[in-house]
């Protein structure tokens, strides 16, 4: 079982609408969240972080996060064209010093 | 303001050749990594190195090593260069701290013929 998992995709949806994108876990002591986007050739750059069970919100988007289910979900709202890119799920692993796990990425395809 | 500069941008080597990535940060984090990235694979941790002084290896680090130059600047090494190692080269940033992210540079592509 691979530490952080995502569908790849591509996710298809229509301009406007809300995209979500969802991300498991295994490792049940970890404690931050991330969420990356990537342009296609570009390098990720961080949207989101997440550290507490609940919503975060910023703008358009929405963090979740379940411990007890072991997931974490990223909510586009009003999805623009501008937002299709690979969104890369990331999540510490537990120990004395900062390193983290990448899911593969879902590729989101917003259609005007 | 910089952040993470990675250089070169791109480059092609024959198999057989060394080269070396530069990466340099002026965000005077304490943590710096090295990924690649291969198409379906997600981005994989060669080396990391915690803090100024100490390197470790990371999920893939055969045929690869780093140093840790300084605070602000780590390298990435490959003695003997392989078909296998094409791939877009990432370098990242982060203060060290645990709830904080990572930081990336704009990556280095390297083809291998």
């Known amino acids: 079982q691979k530490e952080v998992e995502q569908n790849s995709g591509p996710l298809s949806v229509p301009e406007g609408a809300i995209a979500s994108l969802n991300c498991t876990y295994s490792d049940r002591g970890s404690q931050s969240f991330f969420w990356y986007r990537q342009y296609s050739g570009k390098s990720p750059e961080l949207i989101m972080f997440i550290y507490s069970n609940g919503d975060k919100e910023d703008g358009r988007f929405t963090a979740q996060l379940n411990k007890a289910s072991q997931y974490v979900s990223l909510l586009i709202r009003d999805s623009q064209p501008s937002d299709s890119a690979t969104y890369l799920c990331a999540v510490n692993i537990v120990g004395g010093y900062q390193k983290v796990t990448f899911g593969i990425g879902t590729k989101l395809q917003v259609i005007p | 303001n910089a952040g993470v500069t990675q250089t070169p941008k791109f480059q092609v080597l024959k198999t057989g050749q060394s080269m070396t990535l530069q990466c340099a940060q002026d965000m005077n984090h304490n943590s710096m990594y090295w990924y690649r990235q291969d198409p379906g694979m997600g981005l994989r941790l060669i080396y990391y190195s915690a803090s100024e002084g100490t390197t470790d290896k990371g999920e893939v680090p055969n045929g690869y090593n780093v140093s840790r130059l300084n605070k602000r600047e780590f390298s990435l090494r490959l003695e003997s260069a392989a078909p296998s190692q094409t791939s877009v080269y990432f370098c990242?940033?982060?203060?060290?701290?645990?709830?904080?992210?990572?930081?990336f540079g704009d990556g280095t592509r390297l083809s291998i013929l």
């Open positions: 990242a940033s982060s203060t060290g701290v645990y709830n904080q992210p990572q930081h």
